[in-house]
């Protein structure tokens, strides 16, 4: 199962994540969880997200970047369902293996995440908590897929880079298939 | 005004931030919001927010680490607070000049973050986020206090850090005073 965990704070008003999102919907074994409408006053249901987490051989990470990093109902999940005795410590390891692929868009151009530019530094410099986190939890962390630019690329280029992603998951579930069929 | 916006998610567990904000609440000028018991169903004031920060000359954050990062009642904070139109955008910079200190406990100690430690990276490496929000706001980021290992040390030690952050906040409010005092 690959378990798609949607962050945007505003899910009405979303425009490249909502694409993204509409892109992988129809694909089999795809659960997807808004986090902003399942739980609007942030009271995640832990056991629940546990369980789907559990059952989950992909764990994607989708949102738009607030603030260099996650929104916070996303961190918050974070500190909620990864929990002491369950993702890590006392020899718990729950996610070990599973592999986490993190979706993000941003509202920036990519050359604004430079040294030179408005965010000075490269992109790639603030995935590191992000990317820790999975591997913290022993996930194996696939390579990033970032939209840059998302409130200013056009309907094509953005349904372009939906289908990139669509195809990416595709590839994922067949690799997952053709591993499995060679298996003894 | 000194404006000490405190998020442990379990205030009532905590021990280094209790040890390292006690040390500064009878300091002149110094307020405290504990956002975990202020706002426990994350449902945020902006506007109680916005004017505290408009009163701060120095703004500290304070909270252990969770996941590389800050807990997710201050990522919502920094989502909802430092807004488009107030913080930054279309001409606006409500924090621009103000001082910004992040003092931050970690479970792990130093040697956990390395390359060859379990966190894989120096703890600076997490810190860009943060860092950036600040800076993007045009504040001034001030050089961080972190107290790592804070689930092990002892007592003796912990009042020693928190002796050392009071002083640290007092050296500020000489340094503006006299700054205040050579004005024209």
Redesign the interface.
Known sequence: MIYVVLAH?YPSQSRANRALVDALRDLPEVEVCSLYDRYP??DIDVVAEQAALARAELVVWMHPV????????L??????V?AYGWAYGDGSAALSGKDCLWVASTGGTLEAYAATG????PFG??A???E??A??CRMNWLEPFIVHGAHEIGEAELAAHAARLRERLQGWLAARDDRAGHSP
Chains 1, 2 share one sequence.
């Open positions: 704070p006053d942030f607030y603030w260099y990093s996650v929104p916070g109902l961190k918050h999940w974070f500190d909620k990864f408005i965010h000075e530094r410099d603030f590191r908590p992000i820790e986190t591997r913290f």
